[in-house]
Structure formats: C-alpha cells, structure tokens
C-alpha cells in the first residue's frame, strides 16, 4: 500500500557531497516520523537522522554538523544531504517512515515502512 524508493547514492572521494532522496507513494494519508538508517558492512544498522512531521531533527553524533535532514510534505518526500562525506560513512543507506495509509475504507499506520536502499561509497 506504500512503497520508499531512495535514489542518489553512489561513489565519491572523501570530503565530497551527496543528496539522496526518499519518495514515498502510495494510498497515504499522512506520514509521521521519516528516517535515514545506514548499515555497513559487518555492522549493525544505524540511526543516522531523523525528522518529524513538524520538521525537528535529530541526528547521530557521528553525521552532526555535515549531514541535514529535510522534508517537503507536499512531495512526500525526504532528503539527506551528506557533506564532507569520510570513508566511515560508507553504507547503504535505507529510508523509514512512520505512515498512516488508506485500505478498503480504513486507515492503518505501519512504523515498518522501508525503503530498498542506495549504495553510498566514500573513497579515501
């Protein structure tokens, strides 16, 4: 009923930027919370940031200060931009979201909404 599709990872040097994109579609009537996890290699996945509908921000230590998270309500849709990018933030990154959907007449919130996931990969 609700589909995360994240796009704009990819392959950059260290100290250089991405933006990626998470769009969410589907029957939806409002979306809660969105998030950004990543997962590396050999890790467990992590929280990197997260925004509320009324647009507070919380950010893991480790992106604090390089990374902002947004969101345009209207589009459905969040943003990470990642500047000063480091080999550490190497990661596939994976959008979340907290969303209450429409089914047969009916609404249902769901906080196991995911996206596929984007390769992020930062070269020393």
């Known amino acids: 009923q609700v589909q995360l599709v994240e796009s704009g990872g990819g392959l950059v040097q260290a100290g250089g930027s991405l933006r990626l994109s998470c769009v969410a579609s589907?029957?939806?009537?409002?979306?809660?919370?969105m998030d950004w996890y990543r997962q590396a290699p050999g890790k467990q996945r992590e929280l990197v940031a997260a925004?509320?509908?009324?647009?507070?921000?919380n950010y893991a230590d480790s992106v604090k200060g390089r990374f902002t998270i947004s969101r345009d309500n209207a589009k459905n849709t969040a943003y990470l931009q990642m500047n000063s990018l480091k080999p550490e933030d190497t990661a596939v990154y994976s959008c979340?979201?907290?969303?209450?959907?429409?089914?047969?007449?009916?609404?249902?919130?769901?906080?196991?909404?995911w996206g596929q996931g984007t390769q992020v990969t930062v070269s020393s």
């Open positions: 925004i509320t509908s009324g647009g507070t921000t």
């Open positions: 979340h979201a907290d969303v209450t959907y429409y089914k047969n007449g009916y609404y249902f919130t769901t906080r196991d909404c």
């Open positions: 589907g029957s939806i009537r409002s979306i809660n919370a």
